[in-house]
DNA sequence: CTGGGCATCT
DNA sequence: AGATGCC
């Protein structure tokens, strides 16, 4: 969406004047009328920082375990040191070797697993709100990078800085000899290394993490810059220094943006070098990859970039994944998808968000085609079961969420003949922020939770992502000095409501109610608690079987209620299978994370019908509802046999194939709710959203199989 | 040609 | 639904 039009040089003025004029550019070559309009030369001279944080993992694990800071440490990702401390990289370790290389490198290193992000995710975020606190203006790139646009901050510092004061920079100066630097001609770059400076210290204070930073004029120069001195340093680059850094590039391979595929085509053309492609007539490399494509390509050669930093918000999917040499069971396959949903279901409830979709992804081993060849299956998540994430009966959710699951994996595999998977993939998208339970099709719901995608909202030129963008939505961090700043208002006490809202569920205890501060009218606080008269109890104890005491019942432990509830198991095709899969849904409770926000959703809806005019605002995302995670969980499998009655029968429509499949008390629950369901098939409107929502409170939290309806979702199809 | 994520474009 | 790119 950001490309074609605004897509031409509106760069800098500074390089526009250093750089464009000595390189020879294309419109010679383009004979034909233009097909990108030249945006208006808006000084919109923008102060990008690209932040980046030394071995990210690594420093996280340090953190955890400070002993690790003194000895040669890895980060283990099955066979593989996905990165290490410096400890270890004077040895001789690098990035992405393999555990054995590593070894032999450096034979005490120390090595420690990091397959589960989670520290690593919070940690992530923590650095993302923080910058945020200070600018809206965030871009996070992968777990360890975040670009900034401080446009603004520096402008008001610029403001506020008396004529013929003396600019300095911190930190190097890109082909400087840190002495030679006339920071007077370039006042924003070096207020900007300054800013950069002090952020720097905030993220070592507050969360003791280092990293690097670079000061440039857009995004992929700052990027480039940021990486040239390399532990716990910054780089400022001078426009002049452009042609200069970009030259000094090994190959095109080297350019963010030129992936592996591109530099394969390019270097098809004979182009190898930045210089080449600088070169390289736009012509030619139009019709290789078209317009748009081509045109990108060439300016990241030239060191163009009008890309705007877009904030990033919220992650607009979650996933959880696994890789494996051999999997080539259903069974195996079944276990590991109850394991990722298991998490990755966890994850989501802290999030808050409902996923409107399930996708499933998996990869075959194939000899000629080994590492690629990803293949994926989605749909959409039933209501019933989107609620049972949000309010947290997860292992509810787990249980009918597997049957979807095996249902997409055997629209990709045929199970009948051999296969062989190397990866499976469970992921949560189409994240709806709050809404009420969908009662029917359209309704007032479907405007709380009417999606536009949140990032979209944010397109705009490079030329109204000026001033104009933030000044009038949104506030820098107002102070001078920002290391005096964050030593009052921290991550726990600035409002959460505005972009600096936490961004994600971890921590922070806030006050549930929240000063809003910007655009009062856009707001939609969907806030609507459906508190659910307690019905709750009653549904159970209700439909016990004659002469089991209610009292009684209660105590009952959770797996037994189910059992005298449900006789399902007795069933044939259930009982064909009962040659134990011994499923334990090892939950593991293994973070009790303390605080919750709570805060009103503000959706902000906006009419973009022309995508190029308002700057409209940054998104803002906030978890819905409570979602307090209790530590406590109880539910434990009953892998007992139990007694067998007689009825129950089995539903139609019910895919056998995937039925047969399931665990024997994922199949119980099931049929639980089969049972249950019989009544609403009487009935068929009264009684539906009822409960499903039990608070999870102490002891019956756990599987407590409610009514919905899961036949169709069996339907072979 | 390795990991476990994420995003965007087609 | 896949390809591609980034970390």
Redesign the pocket.
């Known amino acids: ?3 074609s039009e605004d897509e031409v040089e509106e760069d800098e003025n500074e390089w526009r004047t250093s750089f464009v004029d000595s390189v020879p550019l294309s419109p010679a070559a383009v004979s034909g009328p233009r097909l990108y309009k030249i945006p208006e030369p808006t000084p919109a001279h923008r102060i990008i920082l690209h932040f ?1 944080l030394d071995c990210f993992y690594a420093q996280v694990e340090m953190i955890r375990n400070p002993a690790l800071r003194e000895v040669p440490l890895g980060i283990q ?4 040191i ?1 990165t290490c401390n410096y400890v270890a990289r004077e040895q001789g370790v690098t990035k ?3 555990v054995t290389d590593a070894k032999e490198k450096c034979p005490q290193l120390v090595l420690v697993k ?4 989670t520290h690593y ?1 919070e940690m992530s975020y923590k650095m993302t709100e923080l910058l945020m606190s200070y600018c809206p203006l965030v871009e ?6 975040n670009f900034m646009d401080i446009t603004s901050m520096v402008e008001r510092r610029l403001a506020q800085t008396s004529e013929s004061e003396n600019f300095s920079f911190k930190g190097h100066v890109y082909n400087h000899l840190s002495a030679d630097v006339k920071a007077s001609d370039h006042p924003r770059l070096a207020l900007g290394s300054h800013i950069a400076a002090e952020l720097r210290e905030v993220v070592h204070s507050k969360l003791g993490l280092t990293g690097c930073a670079g000061i440039a004029t857009n995004k992929l120069l700052a ?1 480039l810059v940021s990486g040239t001195f390399k532990p716990n340093q910054q780089t400022t680059l001078l426009p002049e220094n452009v042609s200069v850094i970009m030259g000094d590039l090994s190959s095109l391979r080297k ?9 394969k085509r390019l270097q098809a053309l004979g182009l190898v070098s930045v210089k080449d492609m600088q070169l390289y007539p736009l012509n030619d490399l139009v019709r290789e990859f ?1 317009g ?2 081509a045109q990108r390509l060439k300016n990241l050669a030239l060191g163009v970039d009008d890309s705007p930093v ?1 904030p ?1 918000g ?10 494996f040499k051999k999997m080539s069971s259903t069974k195996e396959v079944l276990e590991k998808i109850q394991e990722l949903l298991s998490s990755l279901v966890e994850r989501m409830h802290k999030d808050g968000r409902q996923p409107q979709t399930f ?1 499933l ?1 998996t990869r075959k081993y194939s000899a000629t085609n ?10 959409p998540i039933p209501n019933h079961i989107g609620q049972k994430i949000t309010s947290g009966s997860s292992d509810d959710a787990v249980v009918q969420l597997v049957p979807l699951a095996m249902k997409l994996f055997h629209k ?1 595999i045929d199970s009948s003949a051999a296969f062989h998977l ?2 499976i ?1 469970v ?1 949560f ?1 189409n994240l709806q922020s709050r809404g009420a339970a969908v009662s029917g099709k359209g309704s007032i719901t479907s405007f709380f939770t009417q999606t536009t ?1 949140p ?1 979209k909202t944010q397109i705009f030129s490079s030329q109204s992502q000026d001033d104009s963008s933030q000044t009038g939505g949104h506030h820098c961090v107002d102070h001078q000095f920002i290391t005096q700043h964050i030593s009052q208002e921290t991550l726990t006490t600035k409002s959460p409501r505005s972009s600096g809202a936490a961004l994600y569920g971890f921590k922070r205890k806030q006050s549930p109610v929240v000063a809003e501060e910007d655009h009062p009218p856009q707001k939609v606080p969907c806030s609507t608690e459906r508190s659910n008269p307690d019905e709750t109890n009653n549904t159970m104890t209700q439909r016990l079987p004659p002469n089991v005491d209610p009292e009684v019942f209660r105590l009952l432990p959770e797996e037994i209620q189910k059992e005298l509830l449900s006789p399902a198991y007795t069933n044939s095709l259930a009982n064909s299978l009962v040659a134990e899969v011994p499923y334990t849904t090892k939950h593991k409770a293994q973070q009790k994370f303390t605080g919750s926000k709570n805060i009103t959703d503000v959706k902000e809806t906006v009419d973009k019908l022309d995508p190029s005019d308002l700057p409209t605002t940054v998104n803002h995302w906030s978890p819905a509802g409570p979602s307090l995670f209790q530590g406590e969980n109880v539910m434990e499998e009953a892998g007992l046999s139990l007694p067998r009655s007689s009825d129950c029968e089995f539903p139609g429509n019910v895919d056998p194939k995937v039925f047969s499949e399931l665990p024997p008390d994922v199949q119980r629950e099931l049929m639980s709710e089969w049972k249950q369901q019989e009544p609403v098939l009487k009935t068929p409107s009264s009684r539906k959203p009822g409960r499903s929502l039990m608070t999870k409170d102490r002891k019956s939290a756990g599987k407590s199989s409610q009514t919905n309806n899961l036949f169709k979702y069996f339907k072979p199809s």
């Open positions: 969406m950001d490309n980046d990702q099955k066979y593989i996905v992405l070797m393999s990091g397959e589960d992000l995710r996070r790139l992968g777990f360890d990078e990027k350019v963010p943006g030129v992936g592996h595929q591109t530099a078209g748009p494509s877009t990033t919220a992650p607009q999917s979650l996933s959880d994944e696994d890789s996708r992804t080994k590492w690629f060849s990803r293949e994926s299956r989605q749909c990709m190397t990866l993939n992921c998208s995608s990032r």
